[in-house]
């Protein structure tokens, strides 16, 4: 507000004060003639013509408050006199008419309370009144004030006045006012000179609340049911909006119907709220207007409230006008604006029609359409391209898998720039995984492939993701992986080529998050293998495997050692008779020759060679002389760790490959016990050693169960005895964990003991 303005409400404000104090005192002393006169020269400030609409609201609020405290005084003065007629008579001789009336409505809403005189005729002598201030500003605010004191007096089903008229008699005051107030409201735009028309807008949209003042008392009406709104309501705002001819009017009224009333009424209303939109001013942001009603109506848009649908074809009826807005409308500027409409509208078919593909493929239809016609480039902003993945994403949540079916999803998904796509790609991959969707033939896989492309391959236009993001998009390919089922084994076996052979374009960092999900589809092929079927054998699966765990090693060895292990154990399952030994040993190979060669961080190894250990001391699958080779070759690197404590862990982890089903070597076994035993030694007393001496005894214990013939009472009990010695020795620095686990050790011999074994052993 700039200091003219502040100077001229100051002013203005403090008479309000001045009288308001005068008025008080009038108030107080019950005189009625000093009461009129200062509330008539407190309300005649209102006469200005000087400030602007928001330092002439600054000022209503100021007489507003002092007219409620004018209300209570007529009320009072009625109890007293019971003259609230003469009073209404009296106030109407005031010699201005702007303070005559706001005296008039105030004296008007204490009549309505004594019942003196039935609010409908109340209500229909002050609506007419009125119309005596036709100034733009001064009559807006009248009638504001009118709609303010009036709000809780209006006859309506359930309340106080139902007996003083029907919801009929508020319904025409609401509609009298909303358009003489609409009427002084666009009057405004035109006063002053065409310099001031920026001007006068800013003022107009200051105000426009106050006009749909009237379309939220409408709306509040309890009496106002589906029947009446359809046939006096809405067809009498219509006809205000549409009368008025001008822009700013239609656009803020339409957007109030909109917001106002329930969304089931505008459900039942759609033909004539559509139509009423396509008689709107040329400068009506009709787009706008429709967006808000679709985005409404969807939200509330339910399949047990949408009987109208099974009667009336909406979407015919919403694409009919959609389609005459785009053709009459549409230009290069507006593109977005239009996608935005029809992903509104694609959002509503969903929601009403949520089986029908067709529906969504014309909407899509229409979106390239319009692309084309207003930008034949294909380069759009980045609002339109929002939009194209809103319209793209919405589907998925009802339809899924049955996108793939659509034939402009595709071609609506290549106007995206990279990470637009990717970002579609990744939407359709969450719905088919938390729709569990099975993926079983060909086409579907072939179809699938081109709308996730830009997760599978790199593209002209890739741009690098986040970590974070791109390992999540992977994860997501490889749930997609473990997806696909086909009715029989040749066709799953095709359905896994198609896929590879996509991925195999992928480069190497997608490989460590799907070759892994690929090689295990594969591996669960094998026990269904039909032994007389030539075509695929285990022998080309084994291939296929050797060639998928190769392309992991190139980028993970890590990730590779597990899966050549995986394939080793596969081999072990589903091959009795050794016929694969070959390939298995070189998987195996394969393994020790990473760990040796391309592992180095010490905890790593350390986990490789755990997993190799108990691989090979599973597995049954070779003759003699590769399998003493691979264990022998595998016991040494579990020895050959960096640390001591490494050294007698892996020495521990040793012992088991020499006590096997296919192994029995018990001067092994014992030979790694002693190695672990003595490297232990060389720590010292620790809590460490004596963690590393209890896992040593522990070994020996199961070893004697298991009838080791190289094991002795001797050794075992000499080891305790070293254990018991380092106890004693550490005394209370002793740790809790080794108390607990020497105890259970101890716990555990003695129960064998008592069931008649182990009594060699001294505790």
Known sequence: MDEEQEKYLEESVAVVKQEAFQLQKALDSSNMQEVLKHASIMISELRTSLLSPKAYYELYMQVFDQMSRLESYFMEEHRRTGKISELYEKVQHTTNILPRLYLLVAAGSVYIKTRELTAKDVLKDLIEMTKGVQHPMRGLFLRYYLNKVCKDKLPDKG?????????????????????????????MQHTGSVRDKTKREKERSDLKVTVGENIVRLSNLQGVNLELYQSVVLPRIIEIVTSSKDAISQQYLMDCIIQAFPDDYHLHTLEPLLEACTQLQPAVEIKGIFINLLTRISDFAKESDLEIVQRVNIFELIKNYIDKIIQEQSNPADTAKFLELNAAFLRLSLKCYPDNINYVNMILDSCITLIEKNQSDGRLDQESLKC??????????????????????????????????????????????????????????????????????????TTESEAYEFEDEQQGVAKIISMIRGPDVKTQFHLLHIFRSKLSQGGNRRIKYTYPALLFKYIKLVPNLDSGDSEITFHHILKILLQIVNKVIEVSPELGLKLSLQCALCIHNHDPEKTHEEIAYEFISQALILYQDELSDADVKANAITIALSTLAYVNCFEEENSETLVHNTAQYAHKQPTKTGEIRGALQATDLFWTESIRNDQRVLHYLKKAEKCAEHLGTTNEQLMLLIDTLNKYVGFLLKDVPSIEFDAINSLISEINSGVKKLGSEISQDVKVYLANTNKYIRTRQDEGKLKGIKL
């Open 159 to 187: 309340s106080e006045y139902e007996d003083s008229g029907d919801v009929t008699d508020s319904v025409d005051f609401l509609l009298q006012n909303l358009s003489e107030m609409n009427r002084l409201w666009v009057r």
């Open 388 to 461: 194209i993945v809103k319209l793209l994403t919405h589907p998925l949540e009802s339809l899924s898998i049955a996108i793939l079916s659509m034939s402009n999803y595709p071609k609506l998904m290549s106007y995206l720039q990279f990470q637009a796509r990717k970002q579609v790609s990744f939407k359709i991959v969450q719905s088919i995984v938390a729709n569990k969707v099975e993926l079983s033939d060909a086409d579907t896989i072939e179809k699938l492939i081109t709308y996730i492309s830009s997760l599978l391959v790199d593209a002209k236009d």
